[in-house]
């Protein structure tokens, strides 16, 4: 059971619960007070143990559902399997041929069906049926169907249906259990008794041969289920991952459902860790304790007074985003990201320019990112990028906002079509703000190719980054956090 | 005492009768909860829309297992000073001057300072010792010989550094007090302690990890139906399927806040205090206020009363 828990875990983090050893250890302290009879109480008490806010509560609902689905043995068998075993045994010491009949009569829902109904008709006849040899005939035809899915799962783990990746594996994996669980000695089997001549033979043989086509149907459903369960969720991942490293102007659009959730996902991550950030500040509260114990050393005389109420520091920043055509996908994605940021940094200032600098803080704001983005390309897209006319209206409309606190992006890859720079604005930012952050997505070795003005820029930013693809993005906010707070 | 304790916790069944004998309806979940809370030794983070009774099972526990409920209310800036403990000043300033007087008969008889340093150790540090100790929440419930609840409520309105103020709290049942030492809890009689949550942020995975994670959402009708029988016993039978229907529909609707159960409850009262028999359009357009907290989800709603008042009679 321990290794189906794990198993169960695993399936878990793949779908993204996050589930640590130490959970998973208490899971199974837990268990051993719980037990594992009642099906409910079991999966209450894991519920509860593995998984811990209302999304990874309805995670863990439809993995539990997935991975435990004996639904369709259970129902019917869970009291047939318990009361009835014993008798099973029985009726197999009296007359063995008898027990042909007994996966239908055991009311098993899809399987049994016909079993039954030519179990009932040859009731008499079956005297004279031999009994099967091979082990998974004996099972097919005598077995309980919960024994016939415990024997499945314990072959589906043998031949690890769990690594399972692509759809196109399927149909190996179902080979591969149906091997593991005896598939060849039931065959041998069947040829061996079609070939006799006996009447009692022959039937036999028709039945092991409809119970095996049941069964590998079965175990096809299993392995779907299994695929599903497993690598569903780690082909996401996979795509996730590559996602990330792709460079952004190569994305194509129906890929930006998935990025943003990327990187509404990598903004969460950055929320948890910064929002933390605390420094003491000089006001409020006189804290007593902490005065009286430091200025102990001082014989009580308090002079190093210590205050109790802390501030948090909320870095400003404002952004400037070059929106013509080339780098406009870029720009998209900092302010998509900048925006997911909102509850730690809720002072984003944004600005969009081609040529003309526009502030879009209120509409990016206001409305969602897809229009907002479509109206800023609409308002600012078109025309020739002016990097020196963007920074004479920066300089025009905002400079006197700029303080110390403020941090300033500027993304953009700082073709001027061979215009005046200015970069003497940059450097009266670079004097004025906290921190001046150049991005360029194109790489360093292009940034002094042609009317590239990088050469006259780099020098009075703090930083400059290239800054391609989703990593990229994330490496730059995260040490734009770790600098202003 | 301890006797009684362990039989309302000894299975699930006898935890839900016996919070239901406390007008506490709980369904499964929570009951295997406070089960596995008190079997594993661990600590509940209870979570769910404010109003669906996450404070009042803490209570509720306490009562049935007749133990005190030691209440721990979380906002910012809460710190070790209010939450664990915090020395008496002006006791300890009183105290150095006492010594400061009796110094002189302390040090009688010691030659040069090494002496009279040695002579000093050998008086006995009282100045921070339990003596001087205030014990707040926290501490006092560790001290609880009997076993207590812990309430510690809304532990997302505190800081973060209170978190993990509290991790050691809640893992070991020690605190440790760096003048002190550790101090531990009775081995036998862990204080059994909830956290509330209305998710106003995000709990850190350490706090979490370290929790059972019961999440509370709003009952079905049938369970709703019987805990406004427990709480409100006087409303007819038609009356409390009406009502409850009527706000579970409501539920339904895009508000700004729905109704908890404790709204439930307080309409139910007022529907009482004013005769009501059955529910009709203009009854509930005037009570309106008492489930609703918004001015605009009042007024999305009131076009709405009339449909969801037939619904509400058609219901029975």
């Given amino acids: 059971m321990e290794k189906t828990l794990v198993d169960f875990v ?31 109480l079991f999966k209450n008490t894991l519920s509860m143990l593995l998984s811990k806010n209302p999304e990874e509560k309805e995670t863990f609902e439809s993995c539990f559902e997935k991975f435990f689905t004996f639904d369709d043995v259970m129902p019917a068998n869970e009291d047939a399997t318990s009361d009835s075993e014993p008798d099973d045994q029985f009726e197999d010491e009296r007359s063995d041929s008898n027990a042909s009949g007994q996966p239908g009569g055991k009311g098993s829902g899809q399987g049994g069906g016909q079993g039954n109904a030519s179990g009932e008709s040859t009731e008499e006849d079956d005297q004279d049926m031999p009994s099967p040899t091979s082990a998974l005939g004996q099972l097919l035809l005598q077995g309980s169907r919960s024994d016939l899915m415990i024997k499945m799962a314990e072959a589906g783990r043998a031949v690890e249906v769990n690594q399972i990746v692509v759809f196109t594996q399927k149909g190996l994996y179902t080979r ?29 043989a028709g039945k092991l041969k409809r119970a095996r086509d049941q069964l590998r149907d079965q175990v096809r459903d299993y392995v779907e289920k299994q695929f599903f369960l497993h690598a569903d969720e780690h082909g996401k991942q996979l795509r ?52 009286l114990r430091k200025n102990m050393q001082y014989d009580g005389v308090f002079f190093d007074l210590k205050w109790k109420a802390v501030k948090v520091d909320r870095p400003k920043v404002m952004c400037i985003c070059d929106v013509s055509g080339s780098v406009s996908n870029y720009s998209r994605f900092l302010l998509m990201f900048l925006y997911s940021l909102a509850e730690i940094i809720p002072k984003v200032r944004s600005f969009a320019f081609s040529s003309d600098l526009g502030e879009v803080t209120q509409l990016f704001r206001n409305s969602n990112l897809e229009d907002a983005m479509a109206k800023t390309m609409r308002d600012y897209g078109n025309g020739s990028t002016d990097y020196g006319q963007m920074l004479l209206d920066f300089r025009r409309t905002c400079m006197d906002d700029v303080d110390n606190k403020t941090t300033i992006i500027i993304l953009g890859d700082a073709r001027n079509n061979y215009g005046d720079p200015k970069a003497e604005i940059v450097r009266e930012m670079y004097e004025k703000a906290k921190r001046v952050i150049w991005l360029n997505p194109e790489p360093r070795s292009n940034w002094q190719v042609g009317d590239a003005e990088m050469k006259k820029y780099a020098p009075n930013c703090h930083q400059t980054e290239v800054c391609n693809s989703l990593t990229h993005l994330e490496r730059v906010v995260s040490n734009l956090l770790k600098f202003t707070a | 005492m301890s006797l009684e304790r ?3 916790l000894s299975s699930i069944e006898s935890i839900q009768s016996g919070l239901e004998s406390l007008n506490y309806i709980s369904n499964l979940q ?13 600590p509940v983070l209870i979570e769910g829309p404010p109003g669906v009774g996450k404070t009042e099972l803490a209570k509720s526990v306490a009562n049935m297992l007749e133990l005190e409920c030691i209440r721990l209310q979380c906002y910012e800036g809460l710190d070790e000073s209010k939450a664990i403990y915090e020395w008496k000043y002006g006791k300890q300033l009183l105290y150095t001057q006492v010594l400061k007087e009796t110094l002189g008969e302390i040090l009688e008889g010691a030659t040069g300072l090494t002496e009279s340093v040695a002579k000093l150790h050998e008086f006995g540090d009282v100045f921070f010792s ?42 070991d049942y020690q605190l440790s007090i760096p003048e002190i030492g550790t101090i531990k809890a009775n081995p036998k009689r862990k204080p059994l302690v909830f956290l509330t949550s209305n998710n106003t942020r995000e709990i850190s995975d350490a706090l979490k990890r370290r929790c059972l994670h019961l999440y509370i959402p709003f009952p079905d009708a049938d369970l709703e139906s019987q805990i406004v029988h427990a709480r409100v016993p006087e409303v007819p039978a038609e009356l409390r399927r009406q009502l409850v229907t009527f706000i579970q529909e ?47 989800d009042i007024e999305t709603v009131e076009g709405e009363v009339q449909m969801l008042t037939n619904k509400a009679l058609k219901a029975q």
């Fill in chain 1, 10 to 40: 695993k399936v878990l983090r793949t779908a993204e619960v996050k589930v640590s050893p130490a959970e998973t250890l208490d899971a199974m302290t837990a268990l051993k007070v719980v037990g594992y009879e009642d099906r409910v």
């Fill in chain 1, 176 to 204: 591969k259990i149906m091997d593991q669980m005896g598939l060849k000695a039931l065959q041998d089997e069947i040829t061996e008794l079609q070939n006799d001549t006996g009447a009692g033979e022959r039937r036999l």
């Fill in chain 1, 240 to 291: 996730e991952e590559l996602l990330k490293k792709v460079k952004l102007s190569n994305l194509e659009k129906r890929n930006f459902k998935d990025v943003q959730e990327i990187v509404f996902k990598m903004a969460k991550k950055l929320v948890s860790i910064h929002s933390k950030r605390r420094k003491t500040y000089k006001r409020g509260h006189l804290d007593l304790r902490k005065t």
């Fill in chain 2, 6 to 8: 362990d039989e309302h």
């Fill in chain 2, 30 to 42: 929570i009951a295997t909860a406070v089960f596995l809370a008190y079997r594993l030794d661990k």
């Fill in chain 2, 130 to 171: 339990e003596e001087f100790l205030e014990p707040r929440p926290l501490l006092k419930a560790l001290k609880e010989e009997k076993g207590c609840v812990l309430l510690i409520d809304e532990v997302d309105k505190s800081d973060h550094e209170f978190e993990s103020l509290l991790l050691e709290m809640l893992s």
């Fill in chain 2, 250 to 296: 409501l539920r339904t609707l895009d508000l700004k806040k729905v109704p908890a159960i404790s709204e439930t409850i307080d309409w139910a009262k007022t529907l009482i205090l004013l005769h009501t028999e059955s529910l009709d359009a203009d009854m509930v357009k005037q009570t309106l206020n008492v489930i609703l907290k918004f001015q605009e």
